[in-house]
């Protein structure tokens, strides 16, 4: 796989092409990062950004981490000081689901978001950016159904974020690219510069196929969950036999959850996938590439029940080491 394949591999866009070729011409030493805000527990979305920073480190780029704590306070997600207890248990479940240890740079934005220089920078953003657009570029990332002048903020933030840590690629999930787009367009009147960003695609609702899968609302999976919870959950997922539903009679489009995770989680971190099958019904399955999978499932030769229980064994090795970090931080304190 060449280098600009490897990176952009399973992305849904990158902005723009030609920047992301420029960088994958040259990879070597250039920055790459992902904020988050910090919860305790790292779930299924966290997971995706991550599986996309290790295909940048095996193709050279340093991976920075932000731990977004300011930016989680903004969000109302709780006390400044319980948001940075979390931070500590969200670095380590990062690193055992497969995070090099050594290409990995964890910053909290808390170290460098209250100086000076980058306090007025962030006054200058502010004189830059209208209320209704700073808003607009919150619609998939704010918590709760008011807007507050501290949502305003986190956009602008986000984009400075990416000045001072001397970013060459940006990487997010597609809700972050109106945050992205805000940044491209703001950034070149306080900098020369202009991150080229990245964007992962969001995964369907595990139980539906509707809209998106969310840590808040629905079913979704995470590092807590015990292999019995993963099958369940697996096991009751919405999986018609064809990676293209209809959509509702309402309109609303569908997909298929169990086979975007096959495509977006197990593929990239499994050479191979085998689906376990007993002699009568065929025999196990072993497949090279998740096109293949996609195709049985589509002609009827993976029958969905077998397709789920392959993935949630498979989500489970995936969950297993940060799910052991959880609990020995349980049993400490
Ligand atoms: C992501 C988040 C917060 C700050 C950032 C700064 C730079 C780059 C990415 C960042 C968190 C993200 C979320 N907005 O929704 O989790």
Known sequence: MDVYERITRNATEVVTEEEGRALAADPDGKRAYVGYEPSGVLHIGHMLTATKLMDLQDAGFEVTVLLADVHAYLNDKGTFEGIRETAERMK??????GL???KTEFVYGSAFQFDREYVLDLHALELETSIARAERAMAEIKSGDTVSVSQAVYP????LDIVYLDVD???????????????RDTLPKIDESAPTC?????????????????????VSISMEDSAADIEEKVTAAYCPPTRDPDPTDDGEERENPVLQIFEYHVFPRFETVVVDRPDEYGGDLTYDDYESLAADLESGELHPA??????AA???DLIAPGRSKLRAAETES
């Not at 380590?92 to 689901?97: C, I, S, T, V």
């Not at 602008?156 to 984009?159: D, G, K, N, R, S």
């Not at 077998?306 to 993935?311: E, M």
């Open 92 to 97: 380590e479940q990062f690193l055992a689901y």
């Open 100 to 102: 090099d240890e050594d």
């Open 156 to 159: 602008l933030m986000q984009a």
């Open 169 to 183: 690629l940006a990487v997010g999930g597609m809700e972050q690219r109106k945050v992205h787009m805000l940044a």
């Open 198 to 218: 990245l964007h992962t695609p969001l995964i369907a609702d595990l139980q539906t196929g509707i809209g998106k899968m969310s840590a808040s609302e629905g």
């Open 306 to 311: 077998d397709a789920k229980g392959a993935l």
């Open 314 to 316: 498979y989500l489970d």
